[in-house]
T-cell receptor, first 115, second 111 residues
Framework: AQSVSQHNHHVILSEAASLELGCNYS??????LFWYVQYPGQHLQLLLK??????LVKGIKGFEAEFIKSKFSFNLRKPSVQWSDTAEYFC?????????????FGAGTRLFVKA | EAQVTQNPRYLITVTGKKLTVTCSQN?????MSWYRQDPGLGLRQIYY???????DKGDVPEGYKVSRKEKRNFPLILESPSPNQTSLYFC??????????FGNGTRLTVT
């Protein structure tokens, strides 16, 4: 069965620190990859997505992610976090082989940024 | 404004009392899906629909029903709710090749 693993469940950083959140998936076919963010009390919003092409993807709010096919990874990065980045982050994988309809989420990483 | 609308936002009910959570999208998306979010488990897919009258089970469908009679609506039905269905529920929609757009969520408590 397909699965998505996020390496860290909780991360605490000080403002201006660099961020990297790990994401690995188990499916070997063609996939679309996503990172979503959920701010406290809100619904999930898209941060960035990868479908094809340049494996380094830039998203909103200074976030970027790198797709490494050989490692089945799609890690999220930000050079300098802000207090407003405090949120929960979800990696998601859509199996394009099943018609592009099944999207599986990781368990999420809670990020807390200290001011 | 493009959006996915869920109602109600909060619902407290008792075991066995049938309930429906509504979901509507105004983006003409083919694909709609229901997820439940539980601490430490992320989002788990309950049911999804690829188009009108086409639905399929996700990873945790037990105890839930759905219908897709119109393209814009995808209600989630709990025929006999139980306490283990206490959770935060999200409806989402997308074009077949696009990212998911989420509703604001429904926090359900079953006592």
């Amino acid at each position: 069965a397909q699965s998505v693993s996020q390496h860290n469940h909780h991360v605490i950083l000080s403002e201006a620190a660099s961020l990297e959140l790990g994401c690995n998936y188990s499916y070997g076919g063609t996939v679309n990859l996503f990172w979503y963010v959920q701010y406290p009390g809100q619904h999930l919003q898209l941060l960035l997505k990868y479908f094809s092409g340049d494996p380094l993807v830039k998203g909103i709010k200074g976030f970027e992610a790198e797709f490494i096919k050989s490692k089945f990874s799609f890690n999220l990065r930000k050079p300098s976090v802000q207090w407003s980045d405090t949120a929960e982050y979800f990696c998601a994988v859509r199996d394009v082989g099943t018609g592009g309809f099944k999207t599986i989420f990781g368990a999420g990483t809670r990020l807390f940024v200290k001011a | 404004e493009a959006q996915v609308t869920q109602n109600p936002r909060y619902l407290i009910t008792v075991t066995g009392k049938k309930l429906t959570v509504t979901c509507s999208q105004n983006m003409n998306h083919e694909y709609m899906s229901w997820y439940r979010q539980d601490p430490g488990l992320g989002l788990r897919q309950i049911y999804y629909s690829m188009n009108v009258e086409v639905t399929d089970k996700g990873d945790v469908p037990e105890g839930y029903k759905v219908s897709r009679k119109e393209k814009r609506n995808f209600p989630l039905i709990l025929e006999s709710p139980s306490p283990n269905q206490t959770s935060l529920y999200f409806c989402a929609s997308s074009m077949t090749t696009g990212p998911l757009h989420f509703g604001n969520g429904t926090r359900l408590t079953v006592t």
